[in-house]
């Protein structure tokens, strides 16, 4: 092949190469850096593992006091993930904070196979995401950031629950949803929410202090405080007064 047919197809791949780069990292220089850390230090199961990550991982993330990360955390744009004191990172949890950041607050933990990913790569302002204190992201649940989420304090998320900040403009039937473009509104979870196992937040949507999501609930609306929605769509089943107490349960605490 001619040096003049093969030139297109090489520019076409470092093309490639650069966008790829571009959502891996803040920069080239950052993605090796960071690159280097996680390459090296990322593997080390045990505690050993997790203590040497506490110390030096701050040079790659911010990190109040210390953050417990195990082995196999995948973690993307790491200069913008802003760890709380006494966090916890479970085996195989995904964090891609591009651009405008993931903060997880002190004591907060996020379980194996989730994923917490902004995914703005088309210059939102309000992407991101942003977590209280002594939260739970469960097993495998999903949250993506493109409108901005908030979590308040004490939220707990069961396994494969979704919070997904943007939805596809799909107006007109003569063109591709993806040549559309996308809203993102943005969702917030007020402290002391808890969501069922599956259930799944769409974008635009607050969850009111308190509130219970139940088991494979679709959260199209708000959520009014202190309440227990169900259902597709969701619906208000009960409001949670202290006047249905269930008898004959046993009850275990920490
Ligand atoms: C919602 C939930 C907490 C039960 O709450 P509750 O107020 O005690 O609910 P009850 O069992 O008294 O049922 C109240 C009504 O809600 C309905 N309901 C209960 N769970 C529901 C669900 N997941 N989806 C739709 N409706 C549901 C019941 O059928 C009942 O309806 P009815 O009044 O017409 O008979 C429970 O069903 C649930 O979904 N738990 C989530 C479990 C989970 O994810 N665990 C993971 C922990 S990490």
């Known amino acids: 092949m001619s040096r003049w047919r093969s030139a297109p197809r090489t520019n076409l791949m470092i093309a490639n190469i650069r966008?790829?780069?571009?959502?891996?990292?803040?920069s080239i220089f950052r993605y090796f850096y960071e690159q280097f850390f996680l390459v090296l230090l990322g593997w080390i199961p045990t505690i050993v593992g997790i203590a040497i990550r506490s110390v030096l991982y701050?040079?790659?993330?911010?990190?109040?006091?210390?953050?417990?990360?195990?082995?196999?955390?995948?973690?993307?744009?790491?200069?913008?993930?802003?760890?709380?004191?006494?966090?916890?990172?479970?085996?195989?949890a995904y964090l891609h904070a591009c651009p405008n950041g993931i903060e997880i607050g002190e004591r907060s933990i996020v379980m194996h196979g989730a994923i917490l990913h902004v995914y703005n790569f088309r210059g939102m302002p309000n992407s991101g995401i942003k977590i209280g204190r002594d939260s739970l992201v469960g097993e495998y649940s999903i949250i993506r950031g493109q409108g901005g989420v908030t979590i308040g304090d004490r939220v707990?998320?069961?396994?494969?629950?979704?919070?997904?900040?943007?939805?596809h403009i799909f107006d007109d039937p003569n063109r591709p949803f993806v040549e559309q473009g996308?809203?993102?509104?943005?969702?917030?979870?007020?402290?002391?929410?808890?969501?069922?196992?599956?259930?799944?937040?769409?974008?635009?949507?607050?969850v009111g202090k308190g509130a219970v999501v139940a088991a494979g609930a679709v959260v199209t609306q708000d959520v009014p405080p202190h309440t227990v929605v169900g259902g597709v769509p969701a619906k208000v089943l009960r409001e949670i007064d202290g006047k249905t107490i269930k008898a004959d349960r046993t009850i275990y605490h920490l």
């Open 58 to 92: 701050k040079l790659i993330l911010r990190m109040d006091g210390f953050a417990a990360i195990e082995n196999n955390v995948r973690l993307r744009f790491a200069d913008h993930i802003k760890l709380g004191n006494g966090s916890y990172l479970d085996h195989g």
């Open 182 to 206: 996308i809203t993102a509104e943005g969702i917030v979870i007020e402290d002391d929410v808890w969501l069922g196992a599956g259930s799944i937040v769409t974008d635009g949507v607050r």
């Open 19 to 26: 966008l790829y780069l571009s959502r891996q990292a803040s």
């Open 156 to 167: 707990y998320t069961s396994p494969f629950t979704q919070i997904i900040s943007v939805n």
